[in-house]
């Protein structure tokens, strides 16, 4: 069952340097990035996350004297896809710099259904970790919802192209399902997350996968990252601006999104919100870009209106941030998608006949 989830161990020359960093004692950093399964949704307490039980392992097995040396960073939010995951990586895994995580398990292949970038942004989050200075292992990690539906087979491919590690939840889990020795009602916790034992299973599907490496000879050489991308690399480099940011390629006019939105689920405090009798002004921001990536709030609540969205004062599409099933989570959508950098100015403002509804910034993501 575990040989099943092991769909290749890939390049093992950066693994086995953290690995044998961690033996020496040296500190050693795992990180994971994701959707609400990594958050550790579905786990009776955090401490019953694959990500946590995961981590103790490496640490337990591979960390020096008790393994103090070996830290943990999880950055799992739930209901976002891999285009929020690539804007928000610095912030949340690196902390601008910080940190710099020497194994990085990436877990978006639920998350990613309606992600706007249709893999680019997955791919350039990969790049992102993988150009970073002190060489961070990377592994791609699928999960799997209840329907037995994951996008492994779109992100196999991208995995190959960089010869990455990936671990299969679905294909380990599912012919146990199929031959009813697991049941749904003991790996799942509802359609999407996985119960404590699900969470388990999970973490073992990793404990296999760093048991296989560790019996193999170091690959001769590094991994090769390609100048030429399998599905694009558009969003590489991409900086987040929030209302707390101070980027000199940047400027912003708040007009009338002069509040801040405190009730949040996703971890953006730093936002602009538009609400009732605050007039319509646009809020505009006017910044040297190839690509933008805005991300907004959506919620149930019938207060929220829409918002209509113009590039260099031609109008491109409105967001609806009142939606049924929203949850106060951010919702990421492209703005703007060229081959070359220049200057633009993105304005947004409230649709005619929305003027007093709310609508709320969380942040904005760019390339230059």
């Not at 690539?86 to 194994?103: A, F, L, Q």
Request: hydrophobic share 35%; proline share 3%.
């Amino acid at each position: 069952m575990m040989n099943n989830s092991l769909i290749t161990t890939g390049n093992n020359y950066r693994i086995k340097k953290v690995i044998d960093k961690a033996r020496k004692g040296e500190n050693v950093t795992i990180a994971y990035i994701g959707g609400s399964v990594t958050e550790g949704a579905g786990a009776s307490t955090h401490d019953k996350s694959y990500t946590y039980q995961s981590y103790l392992y490496f640490k337990d097995r591979y960390g020096k004297n008790g393994g103090d040396n070996i830290k943990y960073v999880n950055a799992g939010m739930g209901g976002t896809p891999s285009a929020l995951g690539v804007i928000r990586y610095d912030r949340d895994v690196t902390s601008y710099g910080k940190i710099e995580p020497d194994i990085v398990l990436i877990e978006f292949s639920v998350n990613d259904y309606q992600e706007p970038t249709k893999g680019v942004a997955y791919e350039s989050l990969i790049r992102n970790i993988l150009k970073a200075p002190n060489q961070p292992a990377v592994i791609l990690l699928f999960a799997v919802f209840k329907t037995r539906w994951n996008l492994q087979d779109n992100y196999i491919p991208t995995g190959n192209h960089y010869n990455l590690p990936m671990i299969s939840v679905k294909d380990a889990l599912v012919p146990e399902l199929e031959e009813g020795r697991i049941t749904d009602e003991e790996f799942f916790f509802d359609e999407y997350h996985p119960t404590d034992f699900g969470h388990g299973f999970m973490t073992d599907c990793i404990k296999y996968y760093f048991n296989a490496v560790d019996t193999e000879a170091i690959s001769e050489r590094d991994i090769i990252i390609s100048d030429i991308p399998k599905v694009g690399n558009a969003f590489e480099g991409v900086k987040m601006v929030d209302s707390k940011t101070a980027d000199s390629n940047v400027a912003i006019i708040t007009g009338s999104f002069t509040e801040e939105d405190c009730h949040l689920v996703s971890p953006f405090p730093n936002n602009w919100m538009h609400i009732k009798d605050k007039g319509n002004d646009s809020f505009k921001i006017t910044l040297k870009c190839k690509n933008i990536l805005l991300v907004t709030k959506s919620t149930s609540d019938s207060s929220y209106g829409i918002a209509d969205i113009l590039v260099d004062g031609g109008f491109i599409k409105s967001i609806d941030s009142s939606v049924g099933g929203g949850w106060n989570n951010a919702i990421t959508t492209v703005i703007l998608d060229e081959d070359t950098s220049s200057e633009h100015t993105i304005e947004i403002k409230m649709t005619q006949g929305d003027e007093d509804m709310s609508f709320t910034i969380l942040a904005i993501g760019y390339t230059l």
